[in-house]
């Protein structure tokens, strides 16, 4: 498979999912299909980050955290994504957060951006 074959699968449930996002970080549009992240809760927190909260026009952006709970759930949308893109999405996130591998609702499984410090 190619470097740049899309074949990693990358659930957003915040910022990765607008368009501006996606073109300042990616260099295209994504197209991705709904799905829900089980057993973590949605929060907000606040964005220092002058590039990050000029891309996303935004100064406070959803984080999520494991709850354990199976009843909690956090919508969002899955894309499938080049290892560049991981990269580049991975340098748009900030300390805050850490990507971890997840199974989604649908049994796919995809990385997700939760809290750094229940990571």
């Known amino acids: 498979m190619s470097e ?4 990693i699968w990358l659930f957003s449930y915040g910022t990765l999912r607008q368009k501006n996002v996606q073109l300042a970080t ?3 549009e994504l197209e991705g299909r709904e799905d829900a992240l089980v057993g973590f809760a949605r929060s ?7 590039d990050v909260v000029a891309t996303s026009g935004e ?10 709970n199976p009843a909690d ?42 809290r750094a410090a229940d990571a």
Do not use: C, Q
Not at 4 to 7: E, F, H, I, K, M
Not at 60 to 65: D, M, Y
């Open 73 to 114: 759930e956090v919508d969002g949308t899955v894309f499938r994504i080049t290892a560049a893109e991981l990269a580049a999405a991975d340098s748009y996130e900030v300390s805050d957060y850490r990507r971890i591998a997840v199974r989604l609702k649908s049994g796919n499984e995809a990385f997700v951006y939760v």
């Open 4 to 7: 740049d074959a899309a074949d």
């Open 59 to 68: 100064t406070h952006h959803p984080i999520v955290a494991r709850t354990g």
């Open 26 to 28: 990616f260099g295209r």
């Open 44 to 50: 907000m927190i606040a964005i220092t980050d002058p």
